[in-house]
């Protein structure tokens, strides 16, 4: 069931998540379109998050967009008092600006390993850190040990904060303790994307890679094909697997493997890297005393790609 409606405010608004933004030229959504937008939010009871460009908009958008509540989603350029999520693709950016926020830290993963060092002094001003790795598609297995590597160096500075008596957000490490079921992405099922031009799409993703790929339209409303095959339970891999903070892209899904309810091998042993470092740092923090004891242990396993063992889950 739909909970969430991304409204993208111009063809150039920042991208919080793997794909890239591809248009260069500005085309801010017309009035009519965002009100239109606006109205379905409500009619279906939806959560709106309006995602914006580097630029400030006309005061007469704002008044509209002031008249449904909703979340903002901003590129550090246009950070200001009303931000709610805040991403930034630069890590040189002025860290002061970014105190109490919530961060979403766009990368690749060069970038990552060169510049991992910094993530502990940003999960000390935040109040939370989102990494995304945008080329996580690449990942080949000298990425998978430097990533596992750079988890555990992590895990450290993590533990050293809850010691310190800070409770860090941190997308790679700490959601998987705190969850108790798959809490990922969901484009399609709970999620749905509003572009500029008026047409719904899956998420932004789609419609920057083909505009013609919609899932409706704002007149005809939506129409999106063999919609059972976003939901999980139509994932026979992944209703079965814990790896629960795994972001389970739906564009990376059939960028990689043609079917949006099946992951990459990259992206499975990504999240099981992750999820097994989750499982040391609660172990660790668990050794030094009482750590979310109503939680319980996260399992040791022997694979970091289900579908290595899915035979057993047939």
Not at 195 to 220: H, I, M, Q, R, W
Not at 284 to 297: A, I, N, Y
Request: with cysteine; hydrophobic share 35%.
């Amino acid at each position: 069931m739909l909970q969430y409606l991304v409204i993208l405010l111009d063809d150039t608004s920042t991208s919080f998540c793997h794909y890239s933004v591809n248009k260069k030229e500005r085309n801010l959504i017309s009035l009519d379109h965002l009100r239109k937008g606006i109205r379905f939010g409500m009619v279906e009871n939806l959560m709106i998050q309006f995602v914006y460009p580097d630029y400030p908009l006309p005061q007469e958008y704002l008044d509209v967009i002031d008249t449904i509540d909703h979340s903002n989603i901003k590129p550090m350029a246009a950070l200001d008092n009303d931000t709610d999520i805040v991403v930034i693709d630069d890590w040189e950016c002025d860290a002061t600006k970014l105190k109490d926020s919530v961060l979403v830290l766009r990368t690749n993963w060069k970038q990552f390993y060169e510049n991992h060092s910094k993530l502990k002094g940003l999960l000390n001003v935040v109040q939370r850190l989102n990494v995304v790795i945008t080329d996580l598609e690449r990942m080949n297995d000298c990425d998978r040990e430097n990533y596992k590597a750079v988890l555990e160096a992590m895990c450290k500075d993590i533990e050293a904060l809850y010691v310190d008596g800070k409770s860090p957000q941190f997308n790679l490490l700490t959601d998987r303790m705190m969850l108790t079921a798959m809490n990922n992405c969901n484009a399609g099922d709970t999620t749905i994307t509003l572009a500029p031009n008026g047409k719904f799409y899956t998420c932004p993703a789609f419609y920057y890679e083909d505009e013609s790929d919609t899932v409706g339209d704002l007149d005809s409303g939506l129409d999106i094909k063999n919609k059972q095959l976003y939901k999980l339970n139509y994932a026979p891999i992944c209703r079965k697997c814990d790896a629960w903070q795994c972001h389970r892209c739906t564009w990376l899904n059939r960028k990689t493997t043609l079917e949006v309810n099946t992951p990459s091998h990259e992206q499975c042993v990504a999240a099981h890297l992750e999820r097994n470092a989750s499982r040391e740092l609660m172990l660790s923090l668990r050794s030094k005393g009482t750590f979310l004891p109503d939680k319980e242990e996260i399992k040791e396993l022997t694979y970091l790609d289900p579908f290595e063992i899915a035979t057993r889950w047939k």
